[in-house]
């Protein structure tokens, strides 16, 4: 099994829906990221948070929330999804007492909106 | 805006030469550097970290730093087909921040 494990996968969804993709990992790591990549643009964060009960934004927050519901779980919400929010999205973490900055990446979850 | 910038490539290189893969980035008080390697379609993968100037070695793989140029290197001896991938530079600006990455150099090696 994984120790990043994002939900859904695969979604195709339509113009103003509400989306949540869940990140869930077993590292024990307490900072967890959520990324999105475009073609030729590589990742562009959108998200952290340290702790439970920190959350920071990214380059690229406008559009989305999250929720750090508990140290292994980070969800990301879009309230209304839009065309140009098409993309993969991976989930990170890592851990501070490493004090190396490594991430460790989820398997992705690539979203369609028509 | 705290930027990491890459050659998009494609760099395409023959089996067995060195590839070399090339990142600037703007804030000088940056202290960590990686380098991720992302097959189509999969999550980046690390290959290399480095935090001190000079050059550390791990098999094929030699990362470069020289703080001062603000210039971070990839060196990949002996290239192989599979070592075809996009490759990430990311950077650590400051202990408590997220990684900031690079848009990826894009690396085809032929047989």
């Known amino acids: 099994d994984a120790d990043v494990t994002q939900t859904p996968r695969n979604r195709i969804t339509k113009t103003g829906k509400r989306i949540m993709l869940e990140c869930s990992q077993t590292?024990?790591?307490?900072?967890m990221y959520w990324y999105r990549q475009d073609p030729g643009l590589g990742l562009r964060l959108i998200y952290y948070s340290f702790d439970v009960k920190d959350i920071n934004k990214g380059e690229i927050s406008d559009g989305y929330s999250v929720s750090r519901q508990a140290q292994a779980k980070f969800s990301l919400s879009l309230e209304s999804a839009i065309p140009n929010q098409t993309a993969l999205y991976f989930c990170?973490?890592?851990?501070?007492?490493?004090?190396?900055?490594?991430?460790?990446f989820g398997e992705g979850s690539r979203l369609t909106v028509l | 805006q705290k930027e990491v910038e890459q050659n998009s490539g494609p760099l395409s290189v023959p089996e067995g030469a060195i590839a070399s893969l090339n990142c600037t980035y703007s804030d000088r008080v940056s202290q960590s550097f990686f380098w991720y390697r992302q097959y189509s379609g999969k999550s980046p993968e690390l290959i290399m970290s480095i935090y001190s100037n000079g050059d550390k070695e791990d098999g094929r793989f030699t990362a470069q730093l020289n703080k001062a140029s603000q210039y971070v290197s990839l060196l990949i001896r002996d290239s192989q087909p599979s070592d075809s991938a996009t490759y990430l530079c990311a950077v650590n600006h400051q202990a408590g921040t997220a990684l900031i990455f690079g848009k990826g150099t894009t690396l085809s090696v032929s047989s």
């Open positions: 590292k024990g790591h307490d900072r």
């Open positions: 990170a973490t890592s851990d501070s007492r490493l004090n190396t900055g490594e991430l460790f």
